[in-house]
T-cell receptor, first 112, second 114 residues
Framework: QKEVEQNSGPLSVPEGAIASLNCTYS??????FFWYRQYSGKSPELIMS????GDKEDGRFTAQLNKASQYVSLLIRDSQPSDSATYLC????????????FGSGTRLSIRP | DTAVSQTPKYLVTQMGNDKSIKCEQN?????MYWYKQDSKKFLKIMFS???????INETVPNRFSPKSPDKAHLNLHINSLELGDSAVYFC?????????????FGEGSWLTVV
């Protein structure tokens, strides 16, 4: 069974600090990795995608991928109250029949 | 201008009833999906269509039947609703069936079976 594991949280971080979210996956054939953000009562929206080992930065967000260790993480710098949401890790294979597998999400709360 | 729209947003119905959820996307994507999110926020794929052709059919009870009349529409019909069907159903789309492409979600349909 292909799986994505995340700490369900809640993770509480003070405003202005760095929030670190982690995710491990079971399938070494995974090629594509994503972080989605979901506000309460809303639909998931893509924050970051990463395909190669290493870091990828976009504004306050940095995704880190380590395929050898089978983990992907998301760092949020200068955390803001608006970052309070559930963050879903997801991964996909490398064929047209592949599907994206989502983790159960980590609930992040930024405290003022 | 909503990219992926689904109706209805809220649906409360009794056990045993049959209901449908409709979805339309105006992004020009050729792949559409139905995902189910349960109370624990676990988001699980149910079906995927690429250019009206079914490409992913997860282990879903055959009470659930998707239909794609064209690549911009994907509907979900559910027969004989059960309490366990209560969840949020998300329609989504992406360009191409390659799972490396970004998935865009609709706003969700909150189904409550009583």
């Amino acid at each position: 069974q292909k799986e994505v594991e995340q700490n369900s949280g809640p993770l509480s971080v003070p405003e202005g600090a760095i929030a670190s979210l982690n995710c491990t996956y079971s399938d070494r054939g995974s090629q594509s990795f994503f972080w989605y953000r979901q506000y309460s009562g809303k639909s998931p929206e893509l924050i970051m995608s990463i395909y190669s080992n290493g870091d990828k930065e976009d504004g306050r967000f940095t995704a880190q991928l380590n395929k050898a260790s089978q983990y992907v993480s998301l760092l949020i710098r200068d955390s803001q109250p608006s970052d309070s949401a559930t963050y879903l890790c997801a991964w996909g294979g490398y064929s047209s029949a592949s599907k994206i597998i989502f983790g159960s999400g980590t609930r992040l709360s930024i405290r003022p | 201008d909503t990219a992926v729209s689904q109706t209805p947003k809220y649906l409360v119905t009794q056990m045993g009833n049959d209901k449908s959820i409709k979805c339309e996307q105006n992004l020009g994507h050729d792949t559409m999906y139905w995902y189910k999110q349960d109370s624990k926020k676990f988001l699980k794929i149910m079906f995927s269509y690429n250019n009206k052709e079914l490409i992913i059919n997860e282990t879903v009870p055959n009470r659930f039947s998707p239909k794609s009349p064209d690549k911009a529409h994907l509907n979900l019909h559910i027969n004989s609703l059960e309490l366990g069907d209560s969840a949020v159903y998300f329609c989504a789309s992406s360009q191409g069936g390659y799972s490396g492409n970004t998935i865009y979600f609709g706003e969700g349909s909150w189904l409550t079976v009583v």
